[in-house]
């Protein structure tokens, strides 16, 4: 009786791919992480399991006061651009008004453009207007990308409704107002908050368009960061980034979460 024959494992080009593209992306990412916790002071050698770094930025004045003005401008940001973003996607999906295909076109630049430019331009019109830069100057360059992605995420929503719901409503005897704020507002609710989340990690993380728009005093915690890290990348600045990574991804989580359970309860 023969022996069945055995056939080797075979790992095909794209697998192998796949493993050395994630490898390529994660690695990097894993070796901070592992750093974050080396006792010693400096990151090219290992000297041991210890948390004080992440104590020590805890603790650090300037990293905390960085934190708070990234926090200001993120949820200054976010929260003007949730409510112009909103009115901005159902009025595109809404209404027909002359140049409506340029302006729709126009108001989703900033996702495409790259960030030096809206940098270097939002600047330059600063410049040219008189306006002093500071904290404020942040928060309205943020406004700018952060109401896009705010306005592509509620648009797509958009697509999925149906839209005489709020014509319903009307004539079932409510005004506009109330059709807008007691139909439409709460189907799109996850849609707002997925956006909201999605640019406030977006506002957290900038670092280009803030450093061009911070008059002096006002430094974000992307800022701090690149400051500290021109000569040596320090742990301390690695328990940072790991802590960042984390709350980052958390929050996209939530994000995703919400924008599933929607999808999925829409369907049911």
């Not at 916790?37 to 000297?47: I, K, R």
């Not at 027909?96 to 108001?107: E, H, N, R, V």
């Not at 630049?109 to 306006?131: E, G």
């Not at 404020?136 to 995420?153: E, G, Q």
Request: glycine share 6%; aromatic share 12%.
């Amino acid at each position: 009786m023969q022996a069945p024959s055995r056939n080797p494992i075979r790992i095909s080009w794209q697998a192998l791919f796949s493993v050395l593209m994630f490898g390529f992306m994660y690695l990097p990412i894993l070796v901070l992480g592992f750093y974050s916790f080396n006792q010693s002071p400096n990151s090219a050698q290992w000297g041991g399991f210890t948390l004080s770094w992440y104590v020590k930025f805890f603790n650090d004045g300037r990293i905390l006061s960085a934190l708070s003005d990234s926090l200001r401008v993120a949820f200054c940001a976010v929260g003007i651009s949730a409510i112009i973003g909103t009115l901005m996607a159902v009025g595109l999906a809404r209404y027909k008004f002359p140049g409506k295909q340029l302006y729709q076109g126009a108001s989703y630049l900033p996702l495409i453009i790259p960030d030096i430019a809206i940098a270097v331009s939002t600047l330059v019109f600063l410049a040219v207007i008189a306006v002093p830069l500071s904290l404020w100057t942040i928060v309205a360059a943020h406004t700018v990308f952060c109401l896009s992605y705010v306005a592509f995420v509620v648009s797509t929503r958009l697509v999925n409704l149906n839209p005489h719901l709020e014509e319903a409503a009307q004539d079932l005897g409510a005004t506009p107002y109330q059709s807008l704020v007691m139909v439409l507002l709460p189907e799109l609710m996850p849609a707002i908050v997925s956006g909201c989340l999605l640019a406030f990690v977006l506002s957290m993380d900038d670092f280009l368009i803030s450093s061009f728009t911070a008059g002096g005093g006002a430094t974000t915690l992307p800022m701090e960061i690149f400051s500290r890290i021109r000569t040596s990348v320090k742990p301390d600045i690695n328990a940072l980034s790991v802590v960042l990574m984390v709350t980052s991804g958390a929050v996209a989580l939530i994000a995703e979460t919400i924008r599933y359970r929607s999808e999925k309860k829409r369907l049911q």
